[in-house]
Structures are given as C-alpha cells and as structure tokens.
C-alpha cells in the first residue's frame, strides 16, 4: 500500500534533492570519476522523514551499475558533505538510500519499439 505524502514529505523531499543534486555536482567527481554524469531525478521520504530514497540517471558511461556502486560506497562521505549543507534546516539528517532511475532509458526502449512497429506496419490504422 502506497503511503500518500504529506507536505512535510514533499518539503523536505525538494530540499534534499536540491542539496543533494548541488553536492554531486560540487564534490561529484570524486565519487564517481569525471566520465559519468549524474542527476538527481526525485527523492522520496519516508514517512517518519528518516530514510530518503534518491532517484538518479546516469548518463555518458557504458557501464551505470558500477557508478551506482561508487556512489553507495561513498554514502557515508555523501551524506557528510549534504549534513554540513542542512544542518542548520532539519533536526535529523535522513539516511540516503541510492536508485537508479530507469524512467529514461523505459521512454527510449519504447519509442524505439513504437517505431519498429510503425515501420513494419504493424500499428494499425491511423484515424483522420
């Protein structure tokens, strides 16, 4: 059952993004290296506000697991360096939990299967 967010999760949620998505792009390259590039899509919060789940694409690198990797290898360094920027706004730091956001790479997968299909003519009439 999916837990309907009140506006104290979908604050704090925003301001994590923000912070977090503006440390990646400081201190992002010692994480994770200077190839990839990495972008914080959504957080969920948890309803207690202790656990955020960031959602990020990855892009520029064949190989997105190992930089996800990276990333939850370095989370300890991560969230210290998101505390030192919200400290001062929330009582408690959430513990960070990393995800690949898949939504863009589903929307490429599909569009390219949408337009197989339409090439081989198999879409069906097209109404007027």
Known sequence: MAVKESKRMLQVGEMVKRNISIVFQQEGTYFYG????????????????????????????????????EIVENAHQIKQSFSQRVRRQLRRIPRLDFYEDETL??????????????SDNQMGKEEE
């Open 34 to 69: 200077s190839e990839a590039l990495v972008t914080v899509t959504s957080v969920k919060m948890s309803s207690d506000l202790g656990i955020a789940k960031v959602y990020l694409s990855i892009y520029n690198t064949d190989n997105k697991q190992a930089v996800l990797l």
């Open 105 to 118: 790479d589903e929307m490429y997968r599909l569009n390219s299967l949408f337009g197989k299909l339409k």
